[in-house]
């Protein structure tokens, strides 16, 4: 966590100059999110709700196409309908990157469009009520490359963002939840999705 809080300061002090000296916009982005995983891996899989916060970087953010940049990190995964013995959450820790061409619709109102790039820093899975994970490091790969789309519009002080983000590579990189139930180990797909509703300041 040190190392992510690390880079985020960085990102911000350069962002920072460019602004000053370019007439670009950076600012602080949190929101809610629900997610999922999406697969035949997983078994009953129901939303989880997490958060995102971070930093943003807005190109050129007058014109009619800009550059909509950020930098943050996003709790994810999905939680199960698997009973009392069974896998009932996964909680997965994202550190994503994205660049996504935006267009404004008028003076308040942009869409963003664009890839965006995943690092997975922590994974558990829990089973049953139990508060403590039952495992880490569950056997997601490290890297995820999606697309996300945003809506985003600009109030007085602080902006609103709707979007959607969904992972496009297989997650699964040798998922086997031994001695839990329902069975793991098949070789299935994992796919993240999430919804993010927040603010943009």
Do not use: H
């Amino acid at each position: 966590m040190r190392k992510i809080l690390v880079i985020l300061t960085i990102v911000m002090s350069c962002a920072c100059y460019a602004q000053s000296s370019k007439g670009n916009k950076l600012g602080i982005k949190t929101s809610i999110n629900l997610s999922t995983l999406l697969g035949d891996e997983f078994q009953n899989p129901r939303p989880k709700y997490g958060y995102t916060a971070g930093a943003f970087y807005q190109i050129n953010p007058q014109k009619k196409w800009s550059m909509y940049t950020e930098l943050v990190g996003s709790f994810r995964g999905s939680r199960f309908s698997n009973g009392d013995t069974g896998y009932s959450k996964v909680a997965l820790f994202y550190m994503d990157v994205a660049a996504m061409p935006s267009y404004k619709i008028d003076e308040k109102k942009k869409v963003s469009l664009g890839p965006y790039l995943s690092y997975l820093a922590l994974s558990s899975m829990f089973k049953g009520a139990q508060q403590k994970a039952f495992l880490n490091d569950i056997g997601v790969r490290p890297i995820d490359l999606g697309l996300a789309a945003y809506y985003s519009t600009q109030g007085p002080i602080v902006g609103f963002q709707v979007g959607a983000k969904l992972g496009l590579l297989d997650a699964n990189n040798g998922v086997n939840f031994t001695d839990v139930l329902p069975p793991t180990g098949t070789g299935g797909f994992i796919r993240n999705l999430s919804l993010e509703i927040g603010m943009l300041f």
